[in-house]
């Protein structure tokens, strides 16, 4: 079993900027890919940015040049750098690990949610 611990979210006033931060423990042999999806009431649940073992990123359309994903190693940890921010970020961000390069549903692991709320 993998456990995922977030942090960092938090009220913020639009152009603000806030970090998230992810930390997987347990039973870990390697981790292929992690990244943070967010959902806002009544939408389904998008992808906001990932990171491959190899440091690739990709980003959604909506937050490119605004936000950050790295990765710490040693630490097992992922971070989200969010700045600029827009009321339309607004949402619970879900931290999300996979275990294989090809997973399973037994190989991806899903955080709690951390609510970011962006509003004057």
């Known amino acids: 079993q993998v456990q995922l611990v977030e942090s960092g979210g938090g009220l913020v006033q639009p152009g603000g900027s806030l970090t998230l931060s992810c930390a997987a423990s347990?039973?870990?042999?390697?981790?292929?890919?992690m990244g943070w999806y967010r959902q806002a009431p009544g939408k389904e649940r998008e992808l906001v940015a990932s990171?491959?073992?190899?440091?690739?990123?990709n980003y959604g359309d909506s937050v490119k040049g605004r936000f950050t994903i790295s990765r710490d190693n040693a630490k097992n940890t992922v971070y989200l750098q969010m700045n600029s921010l827009k009321p339309e970020d607004t949402g619970v961000y879900y931290c999300?690990?996979?275990?294989?390069?090809?997973?399973?549903?037994?190989?991806?692991?899903w955080g709690q949610g951390t609510q970011v709320t962006v509003s004057a």
């Open positions: 999300n690990v996979r275990t294989r390069i090809i997973p399973t549903t037994r190989d991806i692991y």
């Open positions: 990171i491959t073992n190899s440091d690739s990123t």
């Open positions: 347990g039973s870990i042999f390697s981790i292929n890919y």
